[in-house]
Protein backbone atom coordinates (compact mmCIF):
# COMPACT_ATOMS: atom_id res chain seq x y z
CA UNK A 1 0.00 0.00 0.00
CA UNK A 2 1.42 3.62 -0.92
CA UNK A 3 2.17 5.56 2.38
CA UNK A 4 1.58 9.30 2.59
CA UNK A 5 2.96 10.69 -0.07
CA UNK A 6 4.54 14.47 -0.36
CA UNK A 7 5.45 16.95 -3.10
CA UNK A 8 7.82 18.36 -3.82
CA UNK A 9 10.46 16.45 -1.89
CA UNK A 10 12.86 19.53 -2.07
CA UNK A 11 11.87 23.35 -2.62
CA UNK A 12 14.03 26.20 -2.88
CA UNK A 13 12.42 29.59 -3.22
CA UNK A 14 13.28 33.23 -2.51
CA UNK A 15 12.52 35.73 -0.12
CA UNK A 16 8.78 36.74 -0.57
CA UNK A 17 7.88 34.29 -2.93
CA UNK A 18 4.57 32.18 -2.20
CA UNK A 19 5.33 28.38 -1.87
CA UNK A 20 2.74 25.47 -1.68
CA UNK A 21 3.65 21.98 -0.13
CA UNK A 22 1.34 19.30 -0.94
CA UNK A 23 0.31 16.33 0.80
CA UNK A 24 -1.78 12.70 -0.03
CA UNK A 25 -2.77 10.88 2.72
CA UNK A 26 -2.95 7.00 3.09
CA UNK A 27 -6.32 5.81 1.48
CA UNK A 28 -8.85 6.40 4.56
CA UNK A 29 -7.48 7.87 6.57
CA UNK A 30 -10.16 10.44 8.28
CA UNK A 31 -7.15 12.53 9.72
CA UNK A 32 -4.28 14.45 8.61
CA UNK A 33 -1.68 16.41 10.59
CA UNK A 34 1.05 19.09 9.07
CA UNK A 35 4.35 19.14 10.92
CA UNK A 36 7.26 21.35 10.68
CA UNK A 37 10.55 19.94 12.27
CA UNK A 38 13.84 22.54 12.97
CA UNK A 39 17.07 21.80 14.74
CA UNK A 40 15.86 24.50 17.10
CA UNK A 41 12.28 23.79 17.58
CA UNK A 42 11.94 20.22 16.95
CA UNK A 43 8.88 18.52 15.50
CA UNK A 44 6.00 20.89 15.53
CA UNK A 45 2.03 20.43 14.79
CA UNK A 46 1.02 22.96 12.73
CA UNK A 47 -2.56 22.12 11.93
CA UNK A 48 -4.50 19.04 11.63
CA UNK A 49 -7.89 18.05 9.70
CA UNK A 50 -10.37 15.29 10.30
CA UNK A 51 -12.95 14.62 7.23
CA UNK A 52 -11.40 17.54 5.77
CA UNK A 53 -12.48 20.06 8.38
CA UNK A 54 -9.77 22.30 10.25
CA UNK A 55 -9.73 21.37 13.73
CA UNK A 56 -6.93 23.11 15.58
CA UNK A 57 -4.77 25.42 13.94
CA UNK A 58 -2.94 27.04 16.89
CA UNK A 59 0.07 25.67 16.48
CA UNK A 60 0.37 27.41 12.14
CA UNK A 61 3.04 30.33 13.34
CA UNK A 62 1.77 33.53 11.75
CA UNK A 63 -0.71 34.45 9.01
CA UNK A 64 1.28 33.99 6.49
CA UNK A 65 0.85 30.46 6.24
CA UNK A 66 -2.58 28.73 5.59
CA UNK A 67 -4.05 24.73 4.84
CA UNK A 68 -6.49 23.68 2.82
CA UNK A 69 -7.62 20.39 2.56
CA UNK A 70 -10.43 20.51 -0.54
CA UNK A 71 -10.96 16.73 -0.32
CA UNK A 72 -10.14 13.74 1.39
CA UNK A 73 -7.02 12.65 -0.94
CA UNK A 74 -5.24 15.61 -0.81
CA UNK A 75 -4.00 18.44 1.51
CA UNK A 76 -1.84 21.98 0.73
CA UNK A 77 0.11 24.03 3.25
CA UNK A 78 0.91 27.64 2.00
CA UNK A 79 3.33 30.50 2.48
CA UNK A 80 2.77 33.70 0.93
CA UNK A 81 5.25 35.58 1.49
CA UNK A 82 8.36 33.38 2.13
CA UNK A 83 10.97 34.32 4.41
CA UNK A 84 14.11 32.34 5.25
CA UNK A 85 12.92 31.76 9.09
CA UNK A 86 10.77 29.64 7.09
CA UNK A 87 12.97 27.30 5.84
CA UNK A 88 12.15 23.33 7.24
CA UNK A 89 11.18 20.01 6.76
CA UNK A 90 7.80 20.03 6.60
CA UNK A 91 6.12 16.69 7.11
CA UNK A 92 2.55 15.61 7.19
CA UNK A 93 1.08 12.45 8.96
CA UNK A 94 -2.58 10.97 8.62
CA UNK A 95 -4.27 8.56 11.16
CA UNK A 96 -7.66 6.65 11.11
CA UNK A 97 -9.85 8.04 13.72
CA UNK A 98 -10.40 5.64 16.33
CA UNK A 99 -6.66 5.06 15.78
CA UNK A 100 -4.05 6.99 17.72
CA UNK A 101 -1.66 6.03 15.30
CA UNK A 102 0.17 8.31 12.73
CA UNK A 103 1.71 7.53 9.57
CA UNK A 104 4.27 10.38 8.46
CA UNK A 105 5.20 10.81 4.85
CA UNK A 106 9.26 11.76 3.37
CA UNK A 107 8.59 15.42 3.93
CA UNK A 108 9.85 18.06 2.12
CA UNK A 109 12.89 19.72 2.69
CA UNK A 110 12.08 24.00 2.06
CA UNK A 111 14.96 26.00 2.03
CA UNK A 112 13.77 29.99 1.69
CA UNK A 113 17.03 32.43 0.87
CA UNK B 1 -0.43 22.39 27.59
CA UNK B 2 1.64 19.11 27.36
CA UNK B 3 5.01 19.29 27.59
CA UNK B 4 7.90 16.00 26.83
CA UNK B 5 11.39 16.30 27.45
CA UNK B 6 13.63 13.49 26.24
CA UNK B 7 17.05 12.39 27.60
CA UNK B 8 19.81 11.84 26.24
CA UNK B 9 20.49 14.18 23.36
CA UNK B 10 22.92 11.69 22.04
CA UNK B 11 23.89 8.00 23.00
CA UNK B 12 26.62 5.99 21.18
CA UNK B 13 26.81 2.15 22.28
CA UNK B 14 28.72 -0.75 20.57
CA UNK B 15 26.85 -3.30 18.51
CA UNK B 16 24.91 -5.81 20.82
CA UNK B 17 24.89 -3.82 23.76
CA UNK B 18 21.14 -2.13 24.92
CA UNK B 19 20.26 1.50 24.87
CA UNK B 20 17.59 3.06 27.06
CA UNK B 21 16.08 6.36 25.91
CA UNK B 22 13.88 8.08 28.40
CA UNK B 23 10.89 10.97 28.21
CA UNK B 24 8.85 12.37 30.67
CA UNK B 25 5.55 13.93 30.48
CA UNK B 26 3.30 16.87 32.31
CA UNK B 27 -0.46 16.31 31.26
CA UNK B 28 -1.85 14.16 33.82
CA UNK B 29 -4.73 13.60 30.41
CA UNK B 30 -2.11 11.82 28.42
CA UNK B 31 -2.82 8.39 27.83
CA UNK B 32 -1.16 7.36 24.55
CA UNK B 33 2.68 7.30 24.39
CA UNK B 34 4.26 6.54 20.31
CA UNK B 35 7.84 5.75 19.68
CA UNK B 36 9.59 7.32 16.27
CA UNK B 37 12.44 6.34 14.64
CA UNK B 38 13.84 8.80 11.78
CA UNK B 39 16.44 7.99 9.21
CA UNK B 40 18.57 10.55 7.64
CA UNK B 41 16.38 11.87 4.89
CA UNK B 42 13.00 10.24 5.89
CA UNK B 43 9.92 10.86 7.86
CA UNK B 44 9.63 9.56 11.52
CA UNK B 45 8.87 5.86 11.53
CA UNK B 46 6.34 4.43 14.34
CA UNK B 47 8.06 1.71 15.60
CA UNK B 48 6.05 1.34 18.82
CA UNK B 49 3.78 3.03 21.16
CA UNK B 50 2.17 2.12 24.78
CA UNK B 51 -1.57 3.08 26.32
CA UNK B 52 -1.82 3.74 29.75
CA UNK B 53 -3.61 0.87 30.77
CA UNK B 54 -0.38 -1.49 30.15
CA UNK B 55 2.71 -1.19 31.96
CA UNK B 56 4.79 -2.84 29.57
CA UNK B 57 4.91 -3.75 25.93
CA UNK B 58 7.32 -5.85 23.95
CA UNK B 59 8.24 -5.87 20.15
CA UNK B 60 11.18 -8.23 19.48
CA UNK B 61 13.90 -6.45 20.71
CA UNK B 62 12.46 -3.29 21.30
CA UNK B 63 10.32 -2.95 24.27
CA UNK B 64 8.71 0.51 26.09
CA UNK B 65 7.84 0.65 29.75
CA UNK B 66 5.79 3.31 31.11
CA UNK B 67 5.33 4.61 34.92
CA UNK B 68 2.14 6.64 34.69
CA UNK B 69 2.01 7.87 38.57
CA UNK B 70 5.76 9.23 38.02
CA UNK B 71 4.49 10.41 34.62
CA UNK B 72 7.87 8.84 32.60
CA UNK B 73 8.18 5.86 29.86
CA UNK B 74 11.37 4.86 28.35
CA UNK B 75 12.44 2.89 25.49
CA UNK B 76 14.51 -0.37 25.33
CA UNK B 77 16.66 -1.78 22.31
CA UNK B 78 18.23 -4.83 23.48
CA UNK B 79 21.39 -6.47 20.91
CA UNK B 80 21.60 -3.27 18.83
CA UNK B 81 22.60 -3.35 15.29
CA UNK B 82 23.87 -0.60 12.79
CA UNK B 83 20.98 -0.20 11.59
CA UNK B 84 19.37 0.23 14.91
CA UNK B 85 21.35 4.12 14.37
CA UNK B 86 18.65 6.54 13.81
CA UNK B 87 17.38 9.52 15.43
CA UNK B 88 14.56 8.18 18.16
CA UNK B 89 11.39 10.78 18.95
CA UNK B 90 8.94 9.79 22.13
CA UNK B 91 5.76 11.59 21.93
CA UNK B 92 2.90 11.62 23.83
CA UNK B 93 -1.04 12.20 23.52
CA UNK B 94 -4.70 11.89 24.72
CA UNK B 95 -7.11 9.39 23.24
CA UNK B 96 -10.57 10.96 23.26
CA UNK B 97 -11.47 8.43 20.78
CA UNK B 98 -10.33 10.00 18.20
CA UNK B 99 -6.53 10.50 16.50
CA UNK B 100 -4.89 11.62 19.03
CA UNK B 101 -2.50 15.75 19.12
CA UNK B 102 0.92 14.76 19.72
CA UNK B 103 3.34 16.39 21.46
CA UNK B 104 7.28 15.08 20.38
CA UNK B 105 10.24 14.87 22.30
CA UNK B 106 13.47 16.59 21.26
CA UNK B 107 14.99 13.41 20.15
CA UNK B 108 17.59 10.93 20.33
CA UNK B 109 20.49 10.22 18.24
CA UNK B 110 21.63 6.85 18.84
CA UNK B 111 24.56 5.44 16.95
CA UNK B 112 25.67 1.97 17.06
CA UNK B 113 29.44 0.96 16.47
CA UNK B 114 30.72 -1.94 15.15
Known amino acids: DAGVIQSPRHEVTEMGQEVTLRCKPI?????LFWYRQTMMRGLELLIY????????DSGMPEDRFSAKMPNASFSTLKIQPSEPRDSAVYFCASSLGGSDEQYFGPGTRLTVT | GENVEQHPSTLSVQEGDSAVIKCTYSDSASNYFPWYKQELGKGPQLIIDIRSNVGEKKDQRIAVTLNKTAKHFSLHITETQPEDSAVYFC?????????????FGTGTRLQVTL
Open chain 1, 27 to 31: SGHDY
Open chain 1, 49 to 56: FNNNVPID
Open chain 2, 91 to 103: AAGGNTGTASKLT
